[in-house]
Structures are given as C-alpha cells and as structure tokens.
C-alpha cells in the first residue's frame, strides 16, 4: 500500500521559483536612504544587509518589492528600463492561455 507521506506529488514549474532569463529585478538604493533600517527589518527573506541597507543579497532576494514599497523616504527603486523590459516579459509569458490545473 502506497502512503501519501512517501511519495511527492509531480508538480510542475520552476525550482527554485526565481528565474530571471537575463531580466534582473534587484532594487537599487538611491541617495534618499536615510538608514531607517526598515526595509531590511521588513525583508521576507533576509536580502538587506541591516548594517548597510545598500547591499542587497542578490541570490537571496525574491524581488518582491517589498522594500519599495515600505520606504518611507522612496529611496529604494527599479530602473525604468528594468521595468519597462520586465513588463514585455511578463506579457509575454501571459499572452498564451493555459489549460487549469487540479493538484491534490
């Protein structure tokens, strides 16, 4: 008899979930930084240095923009270029129509 806590289900997509495909999402700290500190306390995944909130880990961060958008001085930012090639991307990859999928 087959135990559900042996076996893995197979489910798709990508491991580790962050693929960049030359696109890189990681925020830029801009002369606005006032040292709060905010935004490393508030990183989900520890990519801020607390000690130098200008040094972001770039393999530990998952580019969810949290700490832009938590700043209180705006200093923290994505260059527009960035921004503008990481839309074309993403429209891309939702352009086509995927079939739903049930995982149980």
């Not at 989900?44 to 770039?58: C, K, R």
Request: hydrophobic share 35%.
């Amino acid at each position: 008899m087959n135990n559900s806590k042996d076996t893995k289900p197979n489910i798709p997509g990508n491991r580790p979930y962050k693929v960049f495909n030359g696109i890189n999402l990681i925020p830029k700290t801009s002369k606005k930084c006032n040292k709060c500190k905010l935004c490393a306390k508030k990183c989900p995944v520890g990519a801020i240095n607390i000690n130098n909130v200008s040094e972001i880990n770039a393999d530990k961060c998952i580019s969810c923009m949290r700490c832009v958008s938590i700043c209180p001085q705006k200093a923290k930012k994505i260059s527009k270029l960035i921004t503008t090639l990481a839309g074309f991307a993403i429209k891309k990859a939702c352009s086509i129509k995927k079939e739903n999928e049930l995982f149980l």
